[in-house]
């Protein structure tokens, strides 16, 4: 059975926020929630890199693992979702995840929350398939019509990749083999700005 993963490819991704745009478009994401993020490293400086960022679907999510009562599950095609009818709003899963996929849709007066959103990978959510319910709560379910994530689907450079993680990844190996190199992979170096050279 596959695995849906994405995968940004840093040396297409143009900081467009195309795929942002689609996402809300394509699933009424309400003001102030960005299921999808643009993140740019190094702006302004030479070398600059821009990563489109959404829940990854980790193969052992953190956000399930802290949640207190067991509203994230995982398809049977490995993608991570979550059931809003059983959400509290606690927030565990928003500081559990280091992509920063949760959001809470609305805060609050005592910082009281609401129920928490992130992406599906257009997968929706536990409501039968394509029903009223289900989009209102989750957006539309692309995947149910055989189709990708709009995201990637939008992306105007195709940096964004989006379905089964070999098929993904073996698209992303032959363009770093065409562009002759290793990719630039973020490493600790990268992350970190660390240079072995300094003292």
Not at 9 to 28: F, L, M, P, Q, S
């Amino acid at each position: 059975m596959a695995r849906m993963k994405f995968l940004c490819d840093t040396e297409r991704c143009i900081e467009c926020n195309g795929c942002v745009t689609a996402c809300n478009n394509e699933h009424d994401v309400p003001d102030g929630i960005n299921r999808r993020h643009v993140v740019t490293l190094g702006d302004g400086r030479h070398g600059e890199k821009s990563l489109s960022v959404a829940c990854m679907h980790c193969t052992d999510p953190p956000c399930a693992a802290v949640c207190p009562v067991d509203c994230f599950y995982i398809t049977p095609d490995g993608i991570v979702l979550h059931d809003k009818d059983l959400c509290i709003g606690c927030g565990y899963c928003f500081y559990a995840c280091p992509f920063g996929a949760p959001q809470f849709v609305e805060q609050k007066p005592f910082a009281a929350r609401t129920k928490m959103d992130k992406c599906t990978f257009c997968a929706g959510g536990p409501p039968p398939d394509n029903s009223v319910e289900e989009y209102q709560q989750y957006g539309r379910n692309r995947i149910a019509e055989g189709k990708l994530p709009l995201c990637a689907e939008m992306c105007s450079t195709k940096a964004l990749l989006a379905g089964d993680g070999t098929i993904v990844s073996d698209i992303y190996r032959q363009r770093i083999v065409k562009r002759g190199g290793r990719p630039d992979l973020w490493s600790w170096n990268t992350a970190y700005d660390f240079n072995t050279a300094k003292e």
